[in-house]
């Protein structure tokens, strides 16, 4: 049981991915018998994905040092549990996974969207949804960091 509650939002994170890439392989037959790669649809794509991509993106920008801000107050205080640094820790190395999927999409988006529609591309798509996961995750980890630091056991 240890085992499970140590190693749950990756666990919840891989089942996650399973199914978004089964679901992308799944359209992918759709995409090829309908391409929908007119300079239209490969722009309204490029804007979509790149706003998606830069909120998340924003976002961690903003949580991340504000957990950094968590653990320097809670590592001078040391009023506050160790087990909630250890939470909002947790949280901050998902946003930093989300911050890198976020920058790649970022990159690939320009290079890619000039020939090609990048919502029907695997390279831009597959990561496009762990970005949105492993900000919720982190999230949720910064949470429970927050909520065990203002009530401690």
């Known amino acids: 049981m240890n085992f499970i509650k140590q190693w749950i939002d990756v ?18 037959k759709k995409y090829v018998s309908e391409p929908k790669n007119e300079l239209i649809d490969r722009q309204f794509s490029a804007t979509t994905l790149n706003s998606a991509s830069g909120t998340g993106v924003t976002a961690v920008s903003i949580l991340v040092p504000a957990s950094l801000l ?4 809670a590592s ?17 190395i998902w946003f930093l996974v989300s911050l890198a999927l976020g920058l790649f999409i970022l990159f690939v988006i320009p290079t890619q969207s000039q020939a ?3 919502a029907r591309r695997m390279m831009t798509m597959i990561p496009f949804g762990p ?3 492993c900000l919720i ?17």
Do not use: C
């Open 76 to 92: 001078d205080s040391h009023t506050i549990p160790r087990i909630a640094m250890e939470y909002v820790f947790r949280g901050s």
């Open 116 to 118: 090609h529609n990048v």
């Open 11 to 28: 666990l919840v994170f891989a089942v996650f991915m399973a199914m978004h890439v089964k679901a992308l392989y799944e359209d992918r």
């Open 131 to 133: 970005q949105l996961a």
């Open 70 to 73: 968590i653990i320097q107050i």
């Open 137 to 153: 995750i982190g999230m949720i980890w910064l949470v429970i960091g927050i909520y065990t630091a203002v009530y401690p056991r």
